[in-house]
Every structure is written in structure tokens, then in C-alpha cells.
């Protein structure tokens, strides 16, 4: 069964600090994972893609990484800010059709204290 | 910026009522989407297009329908409404990249 769990359910930081959420996956066949950030009360919106052969890709202070032997990606946070509190979902999108199914994980809900 | 929007923004009815969540996009997506999302919960599609006159059910069975007359609008009707339809609904669309979609803000329906 294909599907996309991620970890932590939650967590809490202190301004500043960085942080690192997991996203494991069983979707096969792989065609792309993204991770969207969510800002409660609106919707997603795409952070950083990742396709097979890439391992790392930053996007200013959100480094995203992949492996793709043991379906296995991050999302590390630097410095992290007020404003990164939210909900950061990994999709993970298959190759078994044109349609390119997508697989949501639950989110982790980030909240930064000052 | 994605240049989708959804309208309302939030909603409260009573039992029984005919709704309509409008979702206008102006990117000239052919693939448009609607997902429903509860707290803490993954989101659950529940229908999508990918053109004019197209249009099918997701994987979460849903007593809403959608049409999808103009390439730019799909909205989704509940023609009578139930506490059980409580929950967010969020539309989205996509274009040529992979995996990619543009979400609007959301509607948050609320019946009593």
C-alpha cells in the first residue's frame, strides 16, 4: 500500500534554532517528492521538489534532502522564525499513470516561540 | 503568487441548506482539483477535472458534486448539507511540472 508518513506530528521551537522533519514513503513507483508549507487558515504552498536522482536542494533557509534507496526525506529549517510557523506536508507523486497520483503524509504542525 | 481563489472564505449553514464553494483560477490550468482536509488529517481528494466537460470522482467518497463548464471555474455544490460535511475544503489547480499544485485558500464549512 502506497503511503507517506511523516514525523513528528509536532514540535516546538525557540526562535533561532534549526529543526529537521522526516518524511518516509512506500509510494512506488517514485516519480517526485515536494514538501508545501501550510499557514493555518490558508493553503499549501510548494517549498521544494525533489526528483530520483537529486539528494539535496535549498530553497534560502529550507534545505530539503533525498534518499532514494531507503525512501527516506527531510526537511531541515535554519534559523528558523516566527514566520515558519505552520504545517509542512510531504507529497510524494508516482509514475504509474499520466495521471501522476499524489500521496499526502499528515503534516507536521512547526511552532516557534520567541 | 498563485492566481487561484476560492470563495467563501468561511461558511456556517444549518442542516439541509444547497451550498456552492466557487473556485476561479487564472493561470489557464486544464487540471483543477478538490481536496478536503480535517485537522491533523492527510488531504483527501475528493474531485478533479482535467478540461472542460471533464470531470471525475477522487478517492474519498463524496456527496458533493463539481462541474466544469469554463476552463477557469470549478465549483463544488452540496445540495443538502449535513453536520458530517463539516471540514475544510481546499481547491487546486496544476499546469505542466510534475506534482505541482497551486491551492487556493481554502473554505471552511461549518454546518449546525
Known amino acids: 500500500k502506497n503511503q507517506v508518513e511523516q514525523s513528528p506530528q509536532s514540535l516546538i521551537i525557540l526562535e533561532g534554532k534549526n529543526c529537521t522533519l522526516q518524511?518516509?514513503?512506500?509510494?512506488?513507483?517514485?516519480?517526485?517528492l515536494r514538501w508545501y508549507k501550510q499557514d493555518t487558515g490558508r493553503g499549501p504552498v510548494s517549498l521544494t521538489i525533489?526528483?530520483?536522482?537529486?539528494n539535496t536542494k535549498s530553497n534560502g533557509r529550507y534545505t530539503a534532502t533525498l534518499d532514494a534507496d531507503t525512501k527516506q526525506s527531510s526537511l531541515h529549517i535554519t534559523a528558523s522564525q516566527l514566520s515558519d510557523s505552520a504545517s509542512y506536508i510531504c507529497?510524494?507523486?508516482?509514475?504509474?499513470?499520466?495521471?501522476?497520483?499524489?500521496?499526502f503524509g499528515r503534516g507536521t504542525q512547526l511552532t516557534v516561540w520567541p | 503568487e498563485a492566481d487561484i481563489y476560492q470563495t467563501p472564505r468561511y461558511l456556517v449553514i444549518g442542516t439541509g441548506k444547497k451550498i456552492t464553494l466557487e473556485c476561479s483560477q487564472t493561470?489557464?490550468?486544464?487540471?483543477m482539483y478538490w481536496y478536503q482536509q480535517d485537522p491533523g488529517m492527510e488531504l483527501h481528494l475528493i474531485h478533479y477535472?482535467?478540461?472542460?466537460?471533464?470531470?471525475e470522482k477522487g478517492d474519498l467518497s463524496s456527496e458533493s458534486t463539481v462541474s466544469r463548464i469554463r476552463t477557469e471555474h470549478f465549483p463544488l455544490t452540496l445540495e443538502s448539507a449535513r453536520p458530517s460535511h463539516t471540514s475544510q475544503y481546499l481547491c487546486?489547480?496544476?499546469?505542466?511540472?510534475?506534482?505541482?499544485?497551486?491551492f487556493g485558500e481554502g473554505s471552511r464549512l461549518t454546518v449546525l
Open positions: 487546486a489547480s496544476s499546469g505542466q511540472s510534475p506534482g505541482e499544485l497551486f
Open positions: 518524511c518516509n514513503y512506500t509510494v512506488s513507483p517514485f516519480s517526485n
Open positions: 525533489m526528483t530520483f536522482s537529486e
Open positions: 507529497v510524494v507523486s508516482d509514475r504509474g499513470s499520466t495521471l501522476g497520483r499524489l500521496y
Open positions: 493561470m489557464g490550468h486544464d487540471k
Open positions: 477535472s482535467y478540461g472542460v466537460n471533464s470531470t
